[in-house]
């Protein structure tokens, strides 16, 4: 069955409200993933997410199905450990955050030193314009 | 201009499945997929300030408190990085302890790696509703 095609810029719900479409465009997260860090790294969830590599220890990269238009996105993480004294920071010194318009790359490092670590299952969520 | 009234968007070819053209106008995103499914700012003195498909949040110990959903997720496999105020934020160990009707325990530490209230607490969930 063909699919229709909607034109409009504001939706209004009957008691909730109404959203300007750009904040349904703009608003929406344009990946997110959830995943395995430890043993063989693997994604467990996701959305317009296409693969994790894991890059060593706790250093991750996601690849997204369909690509960002630049570098220029939002993220945010968090992380599980099941370790006591780990936790979810990211970036420490050697593994800053890389972002390109495919991809996503970062380091989980511990909460209570700046030791790069695996994490038991991680999040990560983009928001930003996709090409 | 143009506006759409309705209360509710369902797919032609799969219910679930309704795709919005992207900001470079040459790729489409899936909108449920794309959409919060909840999110919450949290005082430990004041309780939510205002949230999204969160029925309540437990204040557990010090420091320690999670989101309750009003419509459960599909699984607990969905993404929620969390944001607070604190000194370093963490979600619990062990972990995980996430439920299709709960987020992980969100964890706030002082600046000297005790367990600590804070007045804001963030969390925004993405992945599938049931």
Redesign the interface.
């Known amino acids: ?1 063909a ?2 095609k ?10 909730a409200g ?1 959203v300007d479409t750009k904040f ?3 608003g ?3 990946a ?3 995943f395995v860090g430890t043993g063989t790294a693997a994604i ?5 997410s296409s693969g994790l590599t894991d890059n060593g220890t706790g250093d991750y990269t996601v690849s997204f199905t ?2 960002l ?1 630049d570098a220029n996105f939002s993220f ?14 990211t970036g420490d010194s050697g593994h800053q955050t890389t972002l390109t318009a495919g991809s996503i790359r970062w380091g989980f490092t511990g ?2 030193s700046n030791t790069i670590t695996d994490v ?2 991680g ?3 983009v928001h930003g ?3 | ?7 509710k ?1 369902t ?3 799969t219910a679930g499945v309704i795709v ?5 106008n ?6 449920q ?4 499914k909840a999110w919450f700012t949290f005082n430990y003195a004041t309780t939510v300030q205002d949230s999204f498909n969160i029925g309540s949040v437990t204040d557990e110990a010090t420091g320690h408190c999670f989101g309750n959903f009003s419509s459960n997720m599909n ?1 607990n ?7 607070t105020g604190a000194y ?9 302890d996430a439920t299709t009707s709960r987020t ?1 325990t969100i ?1 706030t ?1 002082n600046s000297s ?1 005790s367990s600590a209230d804070d007045n804001i607490v963030n969390c ?1 969930v ?3 509703l049931a």
Request: hydrophobic fraction near 30%.
């Open positions: 069955m699919l229709g909607i034109k409009a810029d504001t939706l209004e719900h009957s008691t109404l349904v465009v703009d929406s997260a344009k997110w993933t959830n467990n969830r996701s959305s317009n369909t690509n238009v945010a993480m968090a992380a599980n450990q099941t370790s006591t004294g780990t936790g979810m920071v909460s209570s038991t299952t999040s990560v969520m314009d996709l090409a | 201009m143009s506006e759409i009234k309705t209360d968007l797919g032609v070819g919005v053209t992207g900001e470079g040459s790729t489409t995103t899936n909108l997929q794309g959409l919060a699984n496999d969905f993404a929620h990085p969390a944001m370093r934020t963490r979600f619990e160990n062990p972990g995980p992980n964890e530490y790696g925004t993405h992945g599938d």
